[in-house]
């Protein structure tokens, strides 16, 4: 059977790097087994998903790397899950209640008193045909709960029914299902809430594998039960542990922070995001790698960690240098081009200044200062103004060689007797402005005997 792998978030906002953990886990997963990937959408809520979020999360994963395989919308689905709950229905497993919620909480509090736990008890299947007209009378609508199978032949008599799974990533899980409430799967205006449209889904589009955050790991008790009744065998599933900021607060999809949009408009390079994403919290040691094949082979499923994975945002600024550091001229001439850094020098260009850069936009400076001269002009004593006028004098001949650096400070060196700092730090600031930046050797060429000639201070 092909592997196949969904990443089902809500089109209710934009996606963050703890989503794209999700995505990739999923995509990686597929990757490696050569399956298929579903981008689907959980959008059963009308009201609060929106077309816009579901382009930007498509739009997102693209720049990720992430290509679908297909994609759905639960919101086109209805049909399925509609016939899903006459199924469901017919089988004696998904009955009608009328409790408002304050009635709900009056009970539980209830219960707690009793020493009982604060599960639903079943009291609307003890209604009598006449009680549901009665409440229908009233105009009350029914919800409906899924009743789970943890009970011999009296569903008021449960007794502890665990379900088990080899989880692909935390391995050995078990859920007693006499702990959990039935759960609600029609809501009384008619929406579905997420579970079922889920079950139904990964059942009709043969999902193999279910990897998400283990936020969801007491849900999979209930989805496995819920495949059961209706008649198909439970994939196989992965929970993977959640991200939260330095401070231990999780992300939110609402708040927009640490938005796979917001990095990417601050300059972050997609595998700066992945790197992270995907080896943070777990045994591998979190590099920055360049691709998501080489990304592939290190992802393990099973090396992720139980708890919660703090991670530092600055820790992406840090993979961003790593990644700009090494990446060829042919990987990025055209996003160059984007920025106006073009032609003949572009190359030697971008491989002087690579190393020397956060994000890839601030090549622009360096172009800049190259092409136009320092920005603003550096400000000379006497003795280093008249070193550099000194040094200019010496500046060789065109046409240059790559040792056009060497030579002229040799002599500049022989003929001022200055070395050290006190010889290439006045240079420096003559070139760029700077004091610090990309070796001088490498940008001399780049600025040419003309344009170093006028920078003579
Ligand atoms: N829409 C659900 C979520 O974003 C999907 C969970 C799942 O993958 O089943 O949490």
Redesign the pocket.
Known sequence: MTVTV?????PTGRIHIG?AR?ALFNWLFAVKNRGRFIQRF?DTDVERSRQEFADSILYDLHWLGIFPDQTEYQSRRFESYDAAVEKLKAAGVLYACYETPEELDLRRKVRRTRGLPPVYGREALKLSAADRAEYEHDGRRPHWRFLLPNFKSDPFETERTEIHWNDVVRGEETVDLASLSDPVLVREDGTYL?TLP?VVD?IEMGVTH????D??VT?TGV?IALFHALGAEAPAFGHHNLLTTSSGEGLSKRTGALSIESLRESGIEPMAVASLAVLVGTSENVVATPSLAELAEKFDPEATSKSASKFDPDELVVLNRALLHHMSFAEVRDRLMLLGISGDHAEPFWLAVRGNLDKLSDATTWWRILREGPQPAAEFGDEDREFVGQALDLLPDEPWDGNVWKNWTGAVKKATGRKGKALFMPLRLALTGLESGPELADLLPLVGREGTLARRP
């Open positions: 969904r990443f089902a978030p809500s989503n999700t959980d997420y889920s990964d279910i990897i998400r955050g936020d969801h849900n989805q």
